[in-house]
């Protein structure tokens, strides 16, 4: 199925140029000719059949200066490079958060690490979950408050960063849990 839609995508794409250098094709090939069409009347009602997207022009309502910052797949870490910053950063978040517990009063806080997988309850308040994402190098987080984030380390700030919004994985959780607890953490 996606090398169908892959080869329809190329196929549109060189007609599209095609059409914007020529209008010449041949005579003998009615696969062109029918694709042509097909492609011109999807062109003009402004949508593509070929796009999985809902609406295949640019909004100018869409802010790209926010938009999330592209992969760079050349500055990806190496496996074991990425297993030693994410397990670093994962025991010292528990043991920090092993002494806020300490620090606030708070029914039901609890924290538990099992098979690369950081959980931290707040009762009634909610449940954080932090973990490793190997293939994607990153590391995950759910939150009550803001909902489910992927953070790729970045090499200048030597932080763990959430793309969309270029957020530091640390300041998130300090700032939401003094909002949630009412007691400054330091995690940085």
Not at 28 to 46: C, D, L, M, P, Y
Not at 83 to 90: C, D, Q, Y
Request: aromatic share 12%; net charge neutral; proline share 3%.
């Amino acid at each position: 199925m996606a090398s169908k839609l892959l080869l329809q995508r190329r196929l549109f794409r060189f007609l599209r140029q095609s059409q914007q250098s020529s209008y010449s094709f041949s005579s003998s090939s009615s696969i062109q000719r029918s694709s042509f069409h097909s492609a011109k009347q999807t062109e003009i009602s402004g949508f593509s059949t070929f796009s999985r997207s809902f609406c295949s022009r640019k909004s100018s309502l869409v802010d790209e200066s926010n938009a999330p910052a592209p992969i760079d797949y050349t500055s990806l870490l190496q496996e074991g490079e990425f297993h030693r910053l994410a397990e670093s950063t994962i025991h010292s978040l528990q043991e920090k958060f092993e002494d806020y517990g300490d620090f606030i009063d708070l029914d039901g806080f609890d924290i538990d690490y099992a098979n690369d997988v950081l959980t931290v309850k707040l009762g009634e308040l909610g449940t954080y979950v932090l973990n490793k994402q190997t293939p994607n190098r990153q590391l995950w987080l759910s939150s009550p408050v803001s909902g489910p984030s992927r953070f790729d380390w970045d090499q200048v700030t030597k932080a763990w960063i959430y793309r969309r919004n270029k957020a530091n994985l640390y300041k998130i959780l300090e700032d939401e849990l003094e909002q949630l607890c009412g007691k400054p953490i330091v995690l940085s």
